[in-house]
Each structure stands twice: as structure tokens, then as C-alpha cells.
């Protein structure tokens, strides 16, 4: 019954130890109002698919921060937005704006999902012209349906 107890300090021990310290909110509930719908806008650059606000990685983290002391000394959102881009390029975004250096982002997919379609109907002519040169000739077919008699029998 000791150890039992003892292993369960242990591992009570270990949890609060591994446990992280809890960030702060900000003194002002407009100002994280205004953080997490910029931030939700943003795309976190360590994960990609994630939003600014979604994201526990540090680099977000530190992004939030950033984004709470420029709110702070009373940037518009616009301005937030502006100093990002400045920043990390229009991939921060998640709804860049359509122009020639981010065309990739907006016509990409749609390129890749097109020529996906168009290897997928190259593999299945060649195919099938390849089905189509495989065929019986009269004597094969005489042999297998003699074959198939005779298993049948």
C-alpha cells in the first residue's frame, strides 16, 4: 500500500513539474477583442494551416505579443496587417490579396488538381490501348472454353 501511494506522489510530482506557466491575458479586454480578430486573419508560420489565434506554437506566441503592444500604441488594424505582410510576406495571410506574386497561392491547387486529371486520363488511354491490344485471337478462345468444359466436368 506504501509503494502504491508513493508511485502516486511521484507521478502527482511529475505532472506538476512538466506543467507550463499560464500566459497572461491582457489588461484590457478590447485590446485582446481586437488580438484575436487580426489574429485570426493572420496564418501562423511555424504551422501553416492553422490561424495566428489557433496556434500554441512559441513563434505565435511571440507574434501575439507583438500584435498586443502595436494595438497598444494605436495602430489600426490595417496598419497591423501592413506591418506583417512587411514582415513575413502575403503567405501571413490567409486571404491574400489577388495579385501577380501571389498567384501561385490563388491558382496553385487548381493547377496541380488539373494536371493530376490530365496524367490520370494519359494512364487510362495507354491502358486501355494496351487491354485492347491483349485480345484472344479465335484459337486461343477455342482453347479456353475447352479448357472451361473440362473443369466444369
Same mark, same amino acid.
Request: charged share 30%; aromatic share 6%.
Given at each position: ?70 494595438? #497598444? ?7 497591423? *496587417? ?16 489577388? #495579385? ?48 472451361? *468444359?473440362?473443369?466444369?466436368?
Amino acid at each position: 500500500m506504501k509503494r502504491l501511494l508513493t508511485c502516486f506522489l511521484m507521478l502527482l510530482a511529475l505532472g506538476t513539474a512538466l506543467g507550463k506557466e499560464a500566459i497572461p491575458m491582457a489588461e484590457d479586454p478590447v485590446v485582446e477583442q481586437r488580438l484575436i480578430a487580426i489574429s485570426e486573419e493572420l496564418r501562423c508560420l511555424v504551422c501553416q494551416n492553422e490561424s495566428l489565434a489557433g496556434s500554441r506554437a512559441d513563434l505565435a506566441l511571440d507574434l501575439r505579443r507583438e500584435l498586443r503592444e502595436l494595438i #497598444k500604441q494605436g495602430q489600426t488594424d490595417e496598419q497591423i *496587417k501592413e506591418f506583417m505582410v512587411s514582415r513575413y510576406g502575403d503567405f501571413v495571410l490567409y486571404r491574400p490579396p489577388v #495579385k501577380p506574386t501571389t498567384w501561385v497561392l490563388w491558382l496553385g491547387p487548381f493547377g496541380l488538381m488539373l494536371a493530376g486529371v490530365a496524367a490520370l486520363v494519359v494512364y487510362l488511354r495507354r491502358r486501355s490501348r494496351e487491354v485492347a491490344d491483349d485480345t484472344m485471337t479465335d484459337e486461343e478462345r477455342q482453347q479456353a472454353d475447352a479448357l472451361l *468444359k473440362e473443369g466444369g466436368a
